[in-house]
């Protein structure tokens, strides 16, 4: 990890990040919500994913302990197919979209994906899964933006896609009024049983 010298301790999950032109639907379908709520705190297109464990602050050396097993989980496992769907908000200060498709692969995968990282001896909140991803975040004194552009996404029916890889993320720990940003620490191909083959990003 390219920052392990600089810190002891990382904050992580893992998770499915759409592919590309998946992504892109969804950003064309938002870009009336971009142009009529600018000041809402938008998340990085290349920091859109579906969460399946959320790890919380590891330590480093930890995180790496997941890279092995994560890796053998994704090569046994076959690719889902996913699409995104619809809007909603959580308390009307953060904006999501849903997901659709193999939910019940889905809930199985996260329960695969929880079961290696207990078996590494990490410990887990198990909290229900409730897939989506997270696209902004209402600033301080703005009680309705997220709420109307949550209803402009009502009709929003993305195409099936299949998901592409697995991947351990790592987010940045900076306190502040920007945007978290998310890294990849290592990601695998699902049904590839490829190995390890990190990339940055997603």
């Not at 959320?54 to 046994?76: I, M, S």
């Not at 904006?95 to 887990?124: N, Q, Y």
């Amino acid at each position: 990890m390219n920052d392990q010298n600089q810190t002891s301790t990382v904050r992580a999950f893992i998770a499915l990040a759409p592919p590309d032109d998946a992504k892109a639907e969804l950003a064309r379908a938002l870009r009336p919500a971009y142009e009529a709520y600018p000041d809402m705190r938008w998340n990085r297109i290349e920091d859109w994913h579906i969460t399946l464990a959320f790890l919380g602050e590891l330590p480093v050396a930890t995180v790496r302990l997941l890279r092995q097993p994560l890796a053998e989980l994704a090569a046994a496992h076959g690719p889902l197919e996913l699409a995104l769907r619809g809007g909603g908000h959580f308390d009307g200060r953060v904006l999501w979209t849903g997901t659709d498709g193999d939910l019940g692969g889905l809930h199985l995968l996260a329960s695969e994906v929880r079961a290696v990282v207990k078996g590494c001896g990490i410990p887990l909140t198990d909290r229900p899964l409730n897939p989506h991803l997270t696209l902004a975040r209402a600033r301080r004194n703005d009680p309705t933006s997220v709420v109307d552009a949550a209803a402009g996404l009502d009709s929003f029916t993305g195409r099936p896609w299949p998901t592409p890889r697995l991947h351990l993320v790592a987010s940045n720990t900076a306190r502040g009024p920007g945007p978290i940003h998310y890294r990849d620490v290592d990601s695998w191909p699902f049904g590839g049983g490829g190995g390890s083959e990190g990339r940055g990003g997603h």
